[in-house]
């Protein structure tokens, strides 16, 4: 294979790459948010669940929970869902991207101070209210930077999925080098794609939340 040929083959699994980080990304917000705010303004039992939570899946690392839930839940246990090994890889990418984001929305609720919560509330909004209306349009922005960091970091770790056989970036690469036996151009050119996949984004998220934080005063 021509070096040209070698970077076509690596580019097919761009799509693998950007599906696993994204719907992760995705998940992980979902689980993000209510964790954030569960922990900041519900009672001490909750808060203790949220920090163990975040503190497993921020502690354990990413393919010790891959190998567990694709071999050990899927392939021998028999649950289907973790059969697949794309599914067990965004599946455990997400559950550790929600204990991320957790914490970045709870560093952004605690940025925008209580302040603005007892004026939401003494203007006649209910604690519901106030947490929808006031609290998280502003957390979304102060979060955004951190948001990107996330992005980034789910692109990168989503290379562990090429272990449990997904053909992604990743995989493309290390099948030119079992059949080539190049072991330099295959990673260079992969190193650079996940490079031009990441940092644009982060770069402009962060730039995008520190100018809208400007323009709000916040």
């Known amino acids: 294979m021509t070096p040209i ?12 790459t950007l599906a696993i980080s ?11 948010i209510p964790l954030a705010f569960l922990r900041e303004y519900m009672g001490k039992s909750l808060r203790i669940l949220v920090d163990i ?8 690392p990413e393919l010790v929970l891959m190998l567990f839930f694709y071999l050990g839940l899927g392939l021998s246990l028999g649950i289907s869902l973790f059969k697949d090994a794309f599914f067990s ?7 550790r991207s929600g204990a991320n984001q957790s914490q970045i ?5 605690r940025g925008i101070g209580e302040t603005q919560m007892l004026v939401a509330r003494s203007l006649g909004l209910s604690k519901l209210q106030a947490i929808f209306y006031v609290i998280i349009p502003q957390t979304f922005i102060i979060a955004t930077p951190g948001l990107g960091s996330e992005y980034a970091l789910l692109v990168k770790d989503s290379a562990y999925s090429f272990i449990l056989g997904v053909i992604d970036m990743m995989k493309k690469a290390d099948i030119i080098r079992k059949t080539t036996l190049d072991m330099v151009f295959p990673y260079i050119a ?15 998220l962060d730039k995008w939340g520190g100018r809208k934080k400007k323009q709000l005063g916040l």
């Open 105 to 109: 929305f709870r560093g952004a609720i």
């Open 22 to 32: 994204i719907l992760s990304f995705l998940f992980g917000l979902i689980l993000g």
């Open 53 to 60: 939570y975040e503190k497993f899946f921020r502690t354990v």
């Open 190 to 204: 992969t190193a650079f794609l996940y490079i031009i996949l990441t940092f644009p984004i982060a770069v402009y």
């Open 5 to 16: 040929e070698e970077l076509l083959y690596i580019l097919e699994g761009v799509p693998v």
């Open 89 to 95: 890889a965004t599946f455990v990418l997400g559950l």
